[in-house]
């Protein structure tokens, strides 16, 4: 079953038993950069610089990415380019959400209501179908632990992780400094051709920039 860059995060957020979100804001910024990741390495959309575009509307056959990339669509309608940090900042409280349905309507995790205090409605995303995230997990294990050269998109994963700096999420066991080391190393690394380190480059600059941006509004 082929998953998104964006649900691949969400798998690793999510606690498997309980369903509930871990490190809800990093993990939110790291959705929202693997949507506009993705759409980059498919053609769809470009970021230069800071700027980012719409540069082909044909559909991707991917129900999460599709959806994020009309949205993105409407909102730089008559704006021809507008930042990707502005972007991020505005898709990652609902990119989550859409990213998680997703993974409900394929049966990788299952939606649970239920309400605390006996008041106040909550849902929680427990895991149904295992296989997903024990195969996510083995291909970050050969690469960040066992020093295989990644693919594209392992790298980008490991990339989008090490920018929001989710490494605990990834490896709640792991050799903290050995995990980032590495996981720093396949980012800068010459795994791929140029266009496409520089897609994630990018990306993970604009994520940069929006976390900076939002602790300073909050403070």
Same mark, same amino acid.
């Given at each position: 079953m082929a998953v998104t860059l964006a649900e691949e995060i969400v798998l690793l957020s999510l606690d498997d038993e309980s369903g509930s979100a871990q490190q809800r804001q990093a993990a939110g910024w790291a959705v929202a950069g693997g949507i506009l990741l993705e759409l980059v390495l498919a053609g769809r959309v470009s970021v230069t @610089? =800071?700027?980012?575009e719409v540069t082909d509307t044909t559909p991707t056959g991917e129900p999460l990415l599709d959806g994020r990339a009309a949205l993105m669509a409407t909102w730089l309608r008559g704006r021809g380019r507008r930042r990707a940090t502005d972007w991020l900042a505005h898709d990652q409280p609902k990119a989550v959400s859409a990213a998680v349905e997703v993974l409900c309507r394929r049966g990788v995790v299952a939606e649970e209501k239920r309400k605390v205090l006996g008041m106040f409605p909550v849902r929680r995303y427990p895991e149904a179908d295992g296989t997903v995230e024990r195969e996510l997990r083995d291909r970050l294990r050969? $690469? $960040?632990l066992d020093g295989a050269e990644p693919d594209t998109r392992t790298a980008g994963l490991i990339a989008l992780i090490h920018a929001a700096k989710l490494h605990a999420l990834a490896f709640p066991d792991g050799e903290r400094k050995r995990v980032t080391a590495r996981m720093a190393e396949v980012? =800068? @690394?010459?795994w791929a051709a140029t266009s496409v380190r520089q897609a994630i480059r990018d990306t993970q600059a604009a994520m940069a920039a929006v976390a900076v941006l939002t602790v300073t509004a909050v403070s």
């Open positions: @610089g =800071e700027r980012l050969a $690469v $960040v980012a =800068e @690394g010459q």
